[in-house]
């Protein structure tokens, strides 16, 4: 490929698997470090490639960080950029002459990614800079560096707690598997013993105790620490046995569609539904009668409560609009 070969000796990497390219922030042309060896190192020369008239040094060639090297330039030119232009939002007496500010960083920068109007781009870095001064664009800078100090400790102290609450999940994990092991050994041994009077229901009643009372502490250890809800420990049992059980309970209770949402009529109440064994209740009409009791009707789970439902909804559809009112009201 032609990333992979030198554009100054033709030295391709098939050849040379340990070959090193290196790059110049002045002009962005790739050579291999032989070729940085044999030309720049008696001091500084033009660069090699054709078309190229910039006069580079060997000590500025570095190794390239991205595969794109207009990635690279690009993010050279805004790390430039910013070591200048480093003003922040509290700098600025309203957003909009802040996001103007922005605007024009992104302006300056797109022109010396893409070589518009160099001069004058690098006249207005150099009035920003005469403007504001060093010692401001240093202030700046320190205080850059002190929150991105201060953000790093956050995370260090955020990973430090995750890990201690992990490993005293693990250690009550552990814990709680001991006692497990130890109770369903002793029930083993009263089981085995001969002289044993106790049932086999009484057992599994005080399995049962001790189970919720296990529960019971750990519960009660998660609300003094103030983690429950707050942070979960993937994988471990105790929190996974938590959930289970409370996806029990919701699956103990019939599914609701629509989530307790309830649409109730507002102008009628309609009767309860029929004894479709018997044959009584309901409203008393020759087609409802015919159609509760027709297997072809019923036979798909419908239930003529919803037609009788349905024509109530219909009738009662227009009580409280005013037709008359509206239209005088508009005028």
Known sequence: MAKDICPVCKSSRYMNPNMRFLVNPDC?????????????????????????????????????TFDDILVEKEVDI???????????????ESLRDYNDYLETVENLTFNLANGIDIAATEKALNEYKEK?????????????????????????????????????AMREMEEEKRLREK??????????????????EEIARQIEKL????????????DED??????????????????????????????????????RPKYFNLKETWNLEKGTGGYEWDYITAAKKDVHTTAGGYDVHYHCYRALRDGFAGLGVFVADEMSAMG
């Not at 041994?189 to 001969?194: S, W």
């Not at 189970?211 to 998660?222: A, G, K, N, S, V």
């Not at 919701?250 to 989530?259: G, L, N, R, S």
């Open 28 to 64: 962005y042309h790739k050579m291999c470090e032989s070729c940085v060896d044999r030309i720049f190192s008696s001091g500084p020369s033009q660069c090699p490639v054709a078309g190229c008239n910039r006069h580079l040094r060997k000590h500025k060639f570095r190794k390239q």
């Open 78 to 92: 805004r790390k430039r950029v910013a070591e200048i232009m480093n003003r922040r939002e509290n700098d600025f």
């Open 132 to 168: 504001f001064g060093t010692a401001s664009i240093r202030a700046n800078e320190r205080l850059a560096r002190d929150e991105l100090a201060a953000a790093k400790a956050t995370q260090a102290a955020e990973r430090e707690e995750h890990k201690l609450k992990r490993g005293k």
């Open 183 to 200: 109770e369903e050994q002793e029930i083993v041994n009263k089981l085995t013993k001969a002289d044993s009077n106790i049932s086999a």
């Open 226 to 263: 103030g983690t429950t809800g707050s942070y979960a420990i993937r994988g471990l049992k105790s929190k996974a046995t938590r959930a289970a059980e409370a996806m029990r309970d919701e699956d103990k209770q019939p599914y609701d569609p629509f989530a307790g949402l309830a649409v």
């Open 211 to 222: 189970r919720q009372e296990r529960m019971r502490r750990q519960h009660e250890d998660d």
